[in-house]
């Protein structure tokens, strides 16, 4: 006799909904006694080693309107190239530096705002180099899956050339999405959903 298996059916997809600030960012959204501060709010300190940076930008619907409910989450690794993880087996990352971030953009412009140091190079699965980069994840009202980029670094001509990753890309005049403006410490990265300035999001 054939036993009959009981397989598990997929939950359906859901958006993020009204409420992703207040459950990952409380602070921000005026809810107390949670934490002390929003988790992912703080990357670094004063003894945090590396060129310290300011990632600022916004995330732009199809027509270009700022979208104002999103939260964003940046990973990436220390000025040495180390990742703050325990699957890092390299070295040991700076432990002034936390490597993830979490922000929401402003209700009022949509702005976005990162204060974290600019990355070392990180060994692509192959073993090449890859730029120094930023991983960055979004999501707001309508996205059913979080979506993944990447920011990179408008000055690492040479190492961006190199990148694995960024070689694997068709379409060689939407690189530009991925490339921050930079003036002083402050990089610019905007985020187009949408739209002919698409950004290049990664299935991962």
């Known amino acids: ?47 945090t080693l590396g060129e310290h940076i300011t990632v600022t930008g916004r995330v732009l619907d199809g027509a270009g309107a700022p979208v104002k409910d999103a939260v964003l989450e940046i990973w990436q690794a220390d000025s040495a190239g180390l990742y703050n993880s325990p699957s890092e087996l ?18 009022t412009d949509g702005v976005f705002r990162f204060g974290t140091i600019k990355p070392g190079r990180v060994p692509f699965k192959d073993g090449r180099r890859q730029a120094p980069h930023i991983t960055v994840w979004i999501v707001a009202r309508g996205i059913n899956i979080g979506l993944h980029t990447r920011m990179y670094f408008p000055e690492e001509t040479e190492a961006n050339t190199e990148d694995p990753l960024l070689a694997r890309i068709e379409h060689r005049d939407r690189l530009a999405t991925l490339i921050a403006a930079k003036e002083g410490s402050v990089y610019t990265f905007d985020i187009h959903l949408q739209g002919d300035k698409e950004t290049v999001f990664l299935d991962i």
């Not at 992703?20 to 501060?37: A, C, D, F, N, Q």
Request: with cysteine; net charge negative.
């Open 90 to 107: 390299r070295g040991t990352a700076d432990p002034n530096f936390t490597g993830w971030g979490r922000c929401p953009t402003n209700s």
């Open 1 to 47: 006799m054939v036993q009959e298996l009981g397989y598990l059916k997929e939950t359906p997809s859901q958006t993020a909904g009204p409420y992703v600030h207040i459950g990952l960012t409380p602070h921000y959204s005026e809810v107390s006694g949670v934490y002390e501060s929003d988790l992912g709010s703080v990357m670094v300190n004063d003894k």
